[in-house]
């Protein structure tokens, strides 16, 4: 079985500045995938990023950049120049690869409030 | 593109009523997932559809709940009856298992009130 913790309930950020959410978990598995989820007030579920983990190169989406260190089993989300669009809850997911594992496993959500 | 739809937006219903939800997925995913979000305990899993085929339901709660696929393009979540506790955000996301990274696209949720 796989766990995500994102370890930081709430965070908060000044318009314009850099923000990193955490995200750590645990799998058997050498081949996964790392996704980081936003949720507006909206409830919508939108992919920011994603992260193969046989890639040693960190993937970036415009401002979203993650920071993959798999020996630490540690994916952290990294937004720059936030936005007031930015404020959200995020939710780190992790899936395997093996065959039927399509199940993603979520972490209980990270808070972002972007201050203007 | 459309994305994945589901209807309804929002239900509000009485205990011991039938609630069905509906979803419609990505055109072309032949992966379908039925999600609960509360705020005790996230987001979690229900069931999962390959090609129309039940492939894991261990996450329905009860009895209660059942879901569907009569075809590709159309999934249904039945809970009967319901109960104030099924009170949540659900989600239908769909995948296609040609893609890399089998990524999940999610549609907008239906809350879902039981009185």
């Known amino acids: 079985a796989q766990t995500v913790t994102q370890s930081q309930p709430e965070m908060s950020v000044q318009e314009a500045e850099t923000v990193t959410l955490s995200c750590t978990y645990d799998?058997?598995?050498?081949?996964?995938?790392l996704f980081w989820y936003k949720q507006p007030p909206s409830r919508q579920m939108i992919l920011v990023i994603r992260?193969?983990?046989?890639?040693?190169q960190n993937a970036t989406e415009n401002r979203f950049s993650v920071n993959f260190q798999k020996a630490a089993k540690s994916f952290s989300l990294k937004i720059s120049d936030s936005q007031l669009g930015d404020t959200a809850m995020y939710f780190c997911a992790l899936r395997t690869s093996g065959a039927g594992s399509y199940q993603l496993t979520f972490g209980k959500g990270t808070k972002l409030s972007v201050i203007p | 593109d459309a994305g994945v739809i589901q209807s309804p937006r929002h239900e509000v219903t009485e205990m011991g009523q039938e609630v069905t939800l509906r979803c419609k997925p990505i055109s072309g995913h032949d992966y379908l997932f039925w999600y609960r979000q509360t705020m005790m305990r996230g987001l979690e899993l229900l069931i999962y559809f390959n090609n129309n085929v039940p492939i894991d339901d261990s996450g329905m709660p009860e009895d209660r709940f059942s879901a569907k696929m009569p075809n590709a393009s159309f999934s249904t979540l039945k809970i009967q009856p319901s109960e104030p506790r099924d009170s949540a955000v659900y989600f239908c996301a769909s995948s296609s298992a040609g893609t890399s990274t089998d990524t999940q696209y999610f549609g907008p949720g239906t809350r879902l009130t039981v009185l």
């Open positions: 799998t058997s598995e050498n081949n996964y995938y």
């Open positions: 992260q193969e983990a046989y890639k040693q």
